[in-house]
Nanobody, 125 residues
Framework: QVQLVESGGGSVQAGGSLRLSCTASGRTSSIRAMGWYRQAPGEQRELVATITSGGTTNHADSVKGRFAISRDRAKNTVYLQMDSLAPTDTAVYYC???????????????????WGRGTQVTVSS
């Protein structure tokens, strides 16, 4: 019901910056929240930052003060501005959307969680 396209990943030197973008299409009117998660080699996928449809944000302690999540409702796009990048930020970053219940031809449908394919971020020392 929702498709996600991520962009903005790449390789940077420590202390550099990147801006990730994730654009959603499909049942975007039912989106409750969008966010970014990351997974480093051999590690569990972890939350980086989320933003609800009402604008409430949440950032992991490890990125507070360095990363900032934002959104453009009209474009159904969420951004992650990453500054002061460190090698420990190296990971595959995944966009996620949480879809709430919605109506389809007068029948209510369950929501769900959708993930992008991921974009690689590599930070060298």
């Amino acid at each position: 019901q929702v498709q996600l396209v991520e962009s903005g990943g790449g390789s940077v030197q420590a202390g550099g910056s990147l801006r990730l973008s994730c654009t959603a299409s499909g049942r975007t009117s039912s989106i409750r929240a969008m966010g970014w998660y990351r997974q480093a080699p051999g590690e569990q996928r972890e939350l980086v930052a989320t933003i609800t449809s009402g604008g409430t944000t949440n950032h992991a302690d490890s990125v507070k003060g360095r990363f900032a999540i934002s959104r453009d409702r009209a474009k159904n796009t969420v951004y992650l501005q990453m500054d002061s990048l460190a090698p420990t930020d190296t990971a595959v970053y995944y966009c996620r959307v949480d879809l709430g219940p919605y109506y389809d031809h007068d029948y209510i449908k369950a929501g769900g969680t959708y993930w992008g394919r991921g974009t690689q971020v590599t930070v060298s020392s």
